[in-house]
Every structure is written in structure tokens, then in C-alpha cells.
């Protein structure tokens, strides 16, 4: 055997490895998992029903072009198919984009922080990430990430609401935002929660895209239509982009299962998004819940809630694995709480009240 291994490629050494969100931990009570922003209801029947169905011919390949999803991701947002591109996840088509875009001696520019798969995809293309810190309010400082914009920048991530911070720009701004972005510059708007969104000075990011060549928006089946585990997400984008995610795209990536999911999904969409509501009443529950107990709550438009802790940030995460509920830490930053069954958050807001008055 020799001593020498294949050579790798330079820009792997020291890529962020991605955490998931801690599995809810064996052993200790009854546990849950609030660590991965994922949707706490089972899939539906009728989802199910066209999984169950789907499975039966899984030696077969699946349909490569995604053509039924398409048709009717096409109907649903009254745009042509041929702006559209289905990927693994939301990430994966995020990828593709990096991919489509940005090389080595590039600039991807994105807040910080945000999305941890972002400075992984853009180092992996040999791409220099350009991270802009929130403001003190948790929110993406759009004036700071429009002067960061120099001749090498080629794509720019605004996750609206921004994952982990919860947080959201509005219309006026992201609109100011994008007249300060040149046409050869690609926008990507991250709406992984869109469906989760109450507050109405949000834009759709569809809307943006209908009227600007250079914005592509990201959404998701994984969060509010709870099939993270079968891997679809998808791009809307003017058709250069569109194809070119079409060519950086996994051959037979997204599997009929989760195709058949997705298409079910949306045409079960009044009962799904009913879920969404209830998801979002308990949100608006905890949320002043902790408030009343004190603590500082970044305003939520997201599945999810953020407490920035600083140094407290992992005897934080600890009393809530030793209560039955895992939260996801960044530690020295703070911790993300998924809003979850309404058992699992009773004993978060438990936690929180019994680790505020302890400190
Ligand atoms: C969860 C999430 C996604 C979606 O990931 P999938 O790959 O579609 O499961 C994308 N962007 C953000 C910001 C997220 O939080």
C-alpha cells in the first residue's frame, strides 16, 4: 500500500462540516426533536397513498424532467415550466446555482449569520463567501450587503425569514435592495418558510421575480408541506437560469417518490396549510410566553424562534435535552427552537421560565 492518497481538491480543507439538528435523544423520557425546524405533524393519508403507490415501481428510474410536478408547480404559480427547476431540497437546487455561477476568484455574498449551508456549497465551488453581519436586530443589513458588491460578485443569498434568527426584510427595503444589485448579479431568495409569513410587508418573492431578470427565489416542500425526508425543493427563475440549473442538476436526483409526494402535497394544499396555521398560532403562544417571562424575542416569521444567549448558549441546549426537548445550539451565539407539537413546547417554555429565574 502506498502512502500517498488521492489528491483533493484544495479548497475541501476546512469546509464547516453541516450539522443537523440533533436526533431527540433515547433514553431520557419522553423526547422531542425541535432541533431541525421540521414539521411535527405525520405525512397525510392521501400522501402517503401516492408514496405507497410510487414505491411499488422503484426499480424503476424516475421521471427525469420532474414533468408532473412541473405541470403543476407551473399551475399553481402562474408560471411557465420552463422557469422552473426541481432539485434534492431547496439546498440541492442551491448548489446548483453556486454551481451555474461562481468559481474560483467569484464572491458569494450573503449574511452572517444565516443558512450554515451556504458557506459550504460556496467553498466547495473554490468561491470566496463575503459575509455581512446581521444588524442588532437580527435582520440582514441589505445597505451593508449592497456596498459589499464588487465586480467578482456573482450571486447573493437574502434568506427571508433568515434561518436561525427568525427575522425578515420587508418590501420597500428588499425592493431598494435590488435596484442597488447589477443585472448581471443573480439574486437568490431564500423562502424555505414563506408559508409560515403573517406579517404582509413581506414580499412574495415570486412577485420580485415576475419583474427582475436577475432574482431567483428558493422554496420548499420540507418545511410547511412536511416531506423533508423525501428531498424536493425547487427554483422559480427566468429561463437562462432555469436551464442552467437544469444542466448542473444530479441525473434522476429528485425520486418518484418524492415527485408523487410533492404533486399530492400541493393539491392537498388547503388541509397542509391548515397546519401551517395551527403551527403558527403556537408560535405566536410561546413566543409571548417568553416574552412575559422576560426574554428577548427576535420577531418570528419562521417555524422557528432564536435566543441569542452568548456564553449561556450550551447550558441552555443542556437543560432542554435533560427536560425531553432538543433545541439546536450555536454555541457562543445562541440556540434555535423549533415550534413543535404543542407537549413539546409546553416543556420548552418551561425550561426557559426555570433557566431565566435561575440566572
Ligand atoms: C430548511 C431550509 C431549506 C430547505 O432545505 P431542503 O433542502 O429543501 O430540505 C433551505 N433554506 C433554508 C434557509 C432552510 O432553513
Redesign the pocket.
Known amino acids: 500500500m502506498s502512502e500517498t492518497s488521492p489528491r483533493l481538491r484544495a479548497v475541501l480543507e476546512g469546509i464547516p462540516t453541516y450539522r443537523p439538528g440533533k436526533p431527540a435523544a433515547a433514553g431520557c423520557q419522553v423526547a422531542y426533536k425541535l432541533s ?2 421540521e414539521n411535527p405533524y405525520p405525512p397525510l393519508p392521501g400522501v402517503m397513498e401516492a408514496v405507497t403507490e410510487a414505491a411499488c415501481s422503484f426499480n424503476r428510474y424516475p421521471d427525469m424532467a420532474c414533468s408532473g410536478l412541473l405541470s403543476e408547480l407551473s399551475e399553481r404559480f402562474g408560471v411557465p415550466s420552463s422557469d422552473l427547476a426541481v432539485g ?7 448548489q446548483q446555482l453556486i454551481q451555474a455561477t461562481s468559481g474560483p476568484g467569484d464572491e458569494v455574498i450573503y449574511a452572517w449569520r ?2 450554515e ?1 451556504y458557506p459550504i456549497i460556496t467553498q466547495i465551488s473554490g468561491a470566496t463567501s463575503v459575509q455581512v453581519p446581521l444588524t442588532e436586530g437580527e435582520v440582514h443589513d441589505l445597505d451593508a450587503m449592497a456596498d459589499a458588491i464588487t465586480d467578482r460578485t456573482r450571486l447573493i443569498f437574502v ?1 427571508n425569514p ?3 434568527t427568525s427575522t425578515v426584510v420587508h418590501r420597500e427595503e428588499l425592493e431598494r435592495f435590488l435596484d442597488r444589485v447589477p443585472a448581471d448579479v443573480l439574486v437568490v431568495l ?1 423562502e ?2 414563506r408559508e409560515f409569513i403573517r406579517d404582509v410587508r413581506v414580499p412574495d418573492g415570486v412577485e420580485l421575480y415576475r419583474r427582475r431578470p436577475n432574482v431567483c427565489v ?1 422554496r ?4 410547511a408541506y412536511g416531506l ?1 425526508g423525501l ?3 425547487f427554483a422559480i427563475a427566468h429561463e437562462p437560469v432555469a436551464a442552467a440549473l437544469r444542466k448542473t442538476a444530479v441525473p434522476f436526483g429528485v425520486s418518484q417518490l418524492a415527485q408523487e409526494a410533492a404533486v399530492a402535497s400541493l393539491r392537498a394544499e388547503d388541509e397542509l396549510l391548515g397546519r401551517v396555521g395551527s403551527l403558527v398560532c403556537e408560535r405566536i403562544r410561546v413566543v409571548d410566553t417568553l416574552r412575559a417571562q422576560g426574554w428577548t424575542v427576535p420577531e418570528t416569521q ?1 417555524n422557528f424562534l432564536w435566543l441569542r444567549l452568548g456564553e449561556r448558549t450550551v447550558d441552555f441546549a443542556a437543560a432542554c435535552e435533560q427536560a425531553g426537548v432538543v433545541v439546536r445550539p450555536f454555541p457562543g451565539e445562541g440556540v434555535r427552537v423549533t415550534i413543535g407539537e404543542a407537549e413539546a413546547n409546553d416543556i420548552f417554555v418551561k425550561v426557559a421560565e426555570g433557566f431565566r429565574k435561575a440566572s
Open positions: 431541525s425546524n434534492t431540497g431547496s439546498v440541492g437546487v442551491a444565516s443558512f449551508a434568506c433568515n434561518n436561525p431564500d424555505a418558510y428558493l420548499t416542500f420540507s418545511k423533508a428531498r424536493v425543493g419562521a
